[in-house]
Structures are given as C-alpha cells and as structure tokens.
C-alpha cells in the first residue's frame, strides 16, 4: 500500500490547529461551517482581517511585495512566533468569495513564497480576525508545523493522472483475448435475441479493463517509488483516468 504524502499530514496538521483559532472569534456557528471565514459577516464594513496564506520557517520579518488577495493591494507580510511565520495579508473581514481572480491570488502569493521557502499551504479563505489570533495558531501547532516543514524541506509534490483511450484499449483486448473474440464474434453472427450474450461480453470487457488498468497502475508506481519518498493513490475520476496519485 502506498504511503500517505506529508502533504496530507500537513492538512491535517493545518486543520487541528485552525480549528480552535476560528472558535476564538466567536463567529456564529452557521457561518463558521462554511470554513470561509472566522469572522461574523455582520463586523464593520472597515473591519480588517489577516488572510493566511501559508507557513513557513523564518524567524526574520519577510515581505513579498503586494500581490495579494482584494483590491486594495495590501503587502504581503509575515507574522511569527519563535522560528515560525504565517504569511499574510489585510483584508476587510467578511465572506470571501472564491473568485477565479481571488482563487489565482492566493496560489500566486504561495507560488512567490515557494521559491525560497518550504511552505505549508493554508486552505483558500482562511482569515483571522487579529495577529494575536495567527500567533495562537503557530504556538498551538509549533512541533506538528516544524515536523512537517523539517520532513518536505527540499522536496516537492508532484501530481500525476494518467489517461488511457478506452475504446482503443477496448479493441485491444478483443483483439488479444480469444474468449472476448470468440464472444464478439457470436454475438455478430447471432439471428436471434443477443442479450445475454452481449451482458456476459460486457462483464467480460470489464473485468479485463480492470485488470490492465490495475496493471498499468502498478508497473508505474514500481518505477516512481525509487525516485520518491512518499506517495498517495487517489480515487481516478472518470472512465478514461487509470491513475490519479501524488508524489513527494
């Protein structure tokens, strides 16, 4: 069985911890279920908030330049407790909307932070009412933070999906597999009902497709695990993907 990533204990590291920060701001309970926010949507309309949009160890004041989240061009800057650091920026407290300008904002800012720092990426959305609220989170979260950020130091996680043509993989098998051939060919030959026929290629096709893709999937993971520390297998989305994992 395939390793779990230390991506994944990273969300879940980010999870623990932000819970008891958002239960901090007294948000209704409604509101805070929606995971977008940690403040009530009825705060002052100048009512300002610290977006969080990663972790990462430095014990030293960072800023990377005002390309953030909102419209206001707010600098993008950090906040710490002892050698770790939230980077963040002002943004009026509020539902934020997951707007593809908003959504590309919170990747492009994690993007920037990435290329000289491991970071530990917060969920989209995530905001904070005050800076005491961010220090709170990275004490609660110290060791499961600096664990995590120790173990991805110098590495990245890759994703792969991997898709196959079924029909061209369907002709393949009935080309190869005398049963299925033989199947196909009595169905094309019959005069009379074909039904069960057909029901016993079908099952026949199925099982053959499982049993390649299962193939497949295993002769590529052979040879990535050499070059990787840890892996995840996801569940493939559709007929056509025979492979969605996740490097480190």
């Keep these: 069985m395939a390793k779990k990533t230390t991506r994944t204990r990273a969300r879940r590291a980010v999870k623990r911890a932000v819970r008891p920060a958002r239960t901090m701001t007294k948000a209704p309970r409604e509101k805070a279920a929606s995971r ?33 989240i909102g419209d206001n061009g707010s600098e993008i800057h950090t906040v710490h407790y002892r050698d770790l650091a939230a980077v963040v920026s002002d943004v009026p407290l509020g539902i934020l909307d997951s707007t593809r300008e908003n959504v590309l904002a919170h990747e492009r800012v ?26 709170q989170l990275l004490r609660s979260a110290y060791d499961a ?63 053959a497709l499982q049993s390649r893709s299962e193939r497949y999937g295993s002769e590529i993971l052979d040879r990535l695990r050499d070059v990787a520390v840890a892996s995840r297998i996801n569940k493939p989305i559709g007929d056509k993907m025979i492979m969605n994992a996740a490097f480190l």
């Design 36 to 68: 977008r926010t940690v403040e009530s949507q009825s705060a002052p309309d100048n009512a300002r908030g610290k977006y969080v949009y990663c972790v990462i160890q430095s014990a030293d004041p960072l800023r990377f330049g005002a390309a953030g």
């Design 110 to 135: 994690n993007e920037i932070v990435m290329r000289d720092h491991t970071v530990i990426p917060m969920s989209f959305g995530t905001i904070f009412k005050t800076r005491d609220d961010i220090v």
């Design 145 to 207: 933070f600096g664990d995590v950020l120790s173990k991805m130091r110098d590495k990245m996680e890759f994703g792969l999906k991997v898709l196959w043509d079924r029909d061209s993989i369907v002709k393949d098998i009935e080309d190869e597999d005398e049963g299925i051939h033989r199947l196909k060919n009595e169905i094309a030959l019959q005069k009379g009902s074909t039904y069960f026929a057909r029901m016993q290629y079908g099952r026949a096709i199925d099982a």
